[in-house]
C-alpha cells in the first residue's frame, strides 16, 4: 500500500489518494445512480410485464442500453450541484471541511432520492396514463385536492414497489462514498500535496474536461448534428411507442417536458359541438367525388421527397408575374415537371423548422405551439404513410444523408412505422460528405434510387434532401455553373435541381418507376427575396407536387387551399385506402370539399386559409382578415367590415375545432383511429 501511495505521489503530487479525492468520489456516486436507475428500470419491467408481451430479452436489452443515454442526461441534471461542489478547485481546507462535505452530501441525496421516488411512482402510474408524467400532469390534476390520499394508498396497494423503493434508497444511501474530511485526514502529507500552482492548475483542468463532459451528456451525444435528446429520441430503440416507458425515466420527461411546453384544452366547444364542426378521424367509407386526379392501382409505390428551403418563390412555374414576367426561377426540371404533375396556387407549409416537416408531410400533424418532435407528446402513438401503407404488405424506408441522429430523424422515422432508416451511417462513404451536414444531394438521390430497386414492391419510401442548407455550398466541380440569385441559396436550389433531374433520369429505366406516385414538397422556406413573398402568407408557401408517369397531362388547382398535412390523406384517397385513421388534413385529390381550409401557427397566432380569405386568430379573438388573391401584399385588413360575414364565422368556428381537436387528442394520445 504504501508503494502504491507513494507512485502516486509521484505521478499525481497534487491528488495525494486518487480513490478518496472528491472527484473520484463524485463520479463513483454518480455511477452508482446509473446502476440503480438501471435496476429502477428492470424493476419497472418486470412490474408492467403484461404490458409489453412481444418484448424478448434482445429487444429488452436493446431498450436498456438506449435508456443510459437518458439516465446519464437525468443524473447529471440532479447532480449538477452536488458535481459543481466537487468539482471546484477550491482551498483544500475548504473542499474537506466537514459542513461542506454535509452539504455536498445533502445536495446528492435530496434529488437522487426524489428521482427514485419519481421513478416509483411511475411504476405504478403508467399503467393509467399510458405514459410516463410530464410537466402536463400538474396542469391536469391542479384543480385536483385529492392527490395525496390516492398516492398513500396507492402505497400500500403497491407494497412491493414501495418496498423495493425503500430499500434501493437505502442502498444509496450506505454505498455513498465521501472524499477526505476535516477530521478524516490523519497523514499531514496528503493535505500538504493539494496546496501551490500545481494543485490549482491540475484541479483547474479537470473542471475544464468535466464540465465539457458534463455538457455532452446533458445533451445526450457529441457532435454539432445531435441535438438535446428528447422523449422522442426514445422511439429509435423501441418497436412501438409503448415502450418508449421502458427507455426512459421520469426525471428526464419532467425536464424535457419542461423546455417543450404543455398543451391545454381550449375548450371552445363541448365534445359533441366539437366532432360536428371538425374531426381527423377518416373513415374507410367516405367516397370519391369530383377528383383531381385519376385513381392509382392499389399497390401503387409511393415516394415523398421532402427538400430543403424550396420555397415556392424559387420555382419559376408558379411565379410568371414576378419581376414584370421575366422571372424564371432557379428550378429548369421541376418546372419540366410540374408541366405533367397535379399541383396547387395556394399549397403552404405547417411550420418554419426542417423538425416541423416530417410530422406534417408524412404523419399529417402539424406544429401548433412547440415542434411535436420536441413536445411531451412525441411518444404518443400515431398513424403515418408508412403504418398505414405497411398494413397493405408495403416496404417502407427513410432517407436523411446527415448523421443518424440529427433533428432527432431516425427516432420519429421509427415511430411513424418506417421499418428501416438509411442516413450517412448506411451510405458509409465520407468521400460523399459535405463537411457541415449531409452527403451532397445528387450522390445521395443517386444512392436513394439504387436503394429502392433492391427493395420489393409496393414500397413507400421518403427522402429529406439537405444540400440546401447553410452554409449554402455545392461540390467545387460545380462552381459557377448554376445561377447565383440575389444568395448564395440560390445556387443549392440549382444545384438540388438538377440532382432531382438526375434521380428522375435513373429512376425512369428501373422496373418500379411507372408504377409510382411521386410527391415533392418542402420543409419550409428560406432567404425570401420578393414582397409577394415576404407576408404572413409568403412565408409559408412550398410547393405541393403530385407527379405519376400513369397520368396523360398535368394540372394546376387555382383555388383549393392545401398544406403539408393533406398529402398523406390525398395519398390514400389516391391508393383507395379502406381503414380508418387519423390525419388533421384532407384528401384534395378524389374528394371534393365545399369549405376546404388550412390552418398553421404563425407563433404566437392562428392562420386560416380558405381559397381567397386569410384568418388569424389569437386564440380567444380573430384580430385580422385579408383577402390574399386580391391582396397579395396583406395590406388591407377587411376584419372591421367583414367580422360577421358568414364565411369569417366558419373560418373561425373552423380553426377552434381544429385547434381544440389537436390538443385534446395530443394530451390524450388519441392521434391513431383506435383512439378515434
Not at 87 to 95: A, G, Q, V, Y
Not at 349 to 363: E, F, H, Q, V
Request: glycine share 6%; proline share 5%.
Amino acid at each position: 500500500m504504501t508503494a502504491a501511495n507513494n507512485l502516486s505521489k509521484r505521478i499525481l503530487p497534487a491528488w495525494g489518494s486518487i480513490w478518496t479525492h472528491p472527484w473520484t468520489v463524485a463520479v463513483c456516486n454518480w455511477l452508482l445512480m446509473m446502476v440503480c436507475y438501471m435496476l429502477m428500470r428492470l424493476f419497472y419491467y418486470l412490474v408492467n410485464v403484461d404490458l409489453y408481451p412481444d418484448v424478448s430479452h434482445e429487444h429488452l436489452l436493446e431498450m436498456c442500453m438506449g435508456g443510459i443515454r437518458f439516465d446519464m442526461t437525468a443524473l447529471l441534471y440532479l447532480n449538477s450541484v452536488y458535481l459543481l461542489m466537487m468539482f471546484l478547485p477550491l482551498p483544500w481546507k475548504w473542499r474537506t471541511n466537514p459542513i461542506y462535505q454535509q452539504t455536498a452530501r445533502w445536495f446528492f441525496l435530496i434529488p437522487n432520492i426524489l428521482g427514485i421516488l419519481a421513478n416509483a411512482v411511475d411504476t405504478v402510474y403508467v399503467r393509467f396514463a399510458d405514459r410516463r408524467t410530464t410537466v402536463a400532469f400538474f396542469s391536469e390534476f391542479e384543480n385536483d385536492d385529492n392527490l395525496a390520499s390516492i398516492f398513500f394508498t396507492s402505497m400500500v396497494q403497491y407494497w412491493y414497489v414501495s418496498l423495493f423503493t425503500l430499500a434501493l434508497i437505502a442502498v444509496v444511501y450506505a454505498c455513498m462514498r465521501s472524499p477526505y474530511t476535516g477530521k478524516a485526514n490523519r497523514h499531514r502529507d496528503v493535505a500538504d500535496q493539494h496546496t501551490g500552482w500545481k494543485y490549482y492548475v491540475a484541479e483547474s483542468v479537470l473542471l475544464c474536461v468535466s464540465v465539457y463532459f458534463i455538457v455532452i451528456g446533458i445533451r445526450g451525444g457529441f457532435g454539432a448534428f445531435t441535438r438535446p435528446i428528447t422523449l422522442s429520441n426514445a422511439l429509435q430503440y423501441t418497436n412501438r411507442p409503448a415502450e418508449t416507458n421502458i427507455v426512459l425515466n421520469t426525471p428526464f420527461c419532467l425536464m424535457r417536458s419542461s423546455e417543450g411546453g404543455v398543451y391545454r384544452n381550449p375548450s371552445y366547444f363541448t365534445e359533441d359541438e366539437l366532432e360536428s364542426v371538425y374531426s381527423p378521424l377518416h373513415n374507410a367509407h367516405d367516397t370519391v367525388s369530383q377528383p383531381l386526379a385519376e385513381l392509382l392501382p392499389e399497390r401503387t409505390n409511393v415516394v415523398v421527397f421532402i427538400l430543403e428551403s424550396f420555397a415556392k418563390e424559387h420555382i419559376g412555374f408558379y411565379n410568371h408575374d414576378l419581376d414584370g414576367g421575366t422571372y424564371t426561377g432557379y428550378t429548369p426540371f421541376l418546372d419540366s415537371l410540374l408541366a405533367h404533375s397535379t399541383t396547387f396556387v395556394h399549397s403552404f407549409a405547417t411550420g418554419r423548422k426542417s423538425i416541423d416537416a416530417m410530422p406534417s408531410t408524412l404523419a399529417s400533424i402539424p406544429r401548433f405551439g412547440s415542434p411535436y418532435i420536441l413536445t411531451p407528446y412525441s411518444t404518443n402513438t400515431i398513424n403515418s404513410l408508412a403504418s398505414c401503407l405497411r398494413h397493405k404488405g408495403y416496404q417502407t424506408g427513410f432517407f436523411h444523408g446527415a448523421p443518424n441522429g440529427s433533428m432527432g430523424f431516425a427516432a420519429f422515422a421509427r415511430s411513424c412505422g418506417f421499418e428501416a432508416y438509411y442516413g450517412k451511417d448506411e451510405y458509409n462513404n465520407n468521400a460523399d460528405y459535405d463537411g457541415y451536414w449531409a452527403i451532397w444531394d445528387e450522390e445521395f438521390l443517386q444512392y436513394y434510387a439504387r436503394t429502392m430497386s433492391e427493395m420489393h414492391e409496393p414500397f413507400m419510401t421518403a427522402v429529406f434532401t439537405a444540400t440546401s442548407h447553410h452554409p449554402f455550398q455545392v461540390p467545387q466541380r460545380y462552381a459557377g455553373v448554376f445561377p447565383e440569385g440575389p444568395s448564395p441559396l440560390h445556387r443549392c436550389i440549382g444545384y438540388t435541381d438538377n440532382a432531382l433531374r438526375q434521380f428522375f433520369a435513373y429512376a425512369k429505366v428501373q422496373s418500379w418507376y411507372e408504377n409510382t406516385l411521386f410527391v415533392i414538397t418542402a420543409d419550409h422556406t428560406n432567404e425570401l427575396m420578393h414582397t409577394e413573398y415576404q407576408t404572413d402568407k409568403g412565408v409559408y408557401e412550398v410547393p405541393i407536387i403530385f407527379f405519376s408517369p400513369q397520368w396523360d397531362e398535368g394540372r394546376i388547382d387555382s383555388t383549393t387551399a392545401v398544406s403539408q398535412a393533406d398529402i398523406m390523406p390525398s395519398v390514400l384517397g389516391l391508393l383507395g385506402y379502406d381503414r380508418p385513421y387519423i390525419a388533421f388534413g384532407e384528401d384534395v385529390l378524389t374528394q371534393h370539399h365545399e369549405h376546404k381550409y388550412v390552418v398553421n401557427y404563425n407563433d404566437p397566432i392562428y392562420q386560416c386559409f380558405s381559397d381567397s380569405l386569410l384568418l388569424q386568430f389569437d386564440g380567444q379573438h380573430p384580430i385580422r382578415l385579408w383577402c390574399y388573391t386580391r391582396d397579395r401584399l396583406l395590406q388591407h385588413d377587411l376584419l372591421p367590415e367583414r367580422k360577421d360575414d358568414e364565411e369569417t364565422q366558419r373560418m373561425l368556428r373552423y380553426t377552434k375545432a381544429y385547434v381544440q381537436q389537436y390538443y385534446t387528442r395530443m394530451t390524450s394520445n388519441r392521434l391513431n383511429s383506435g383512439g378515434r
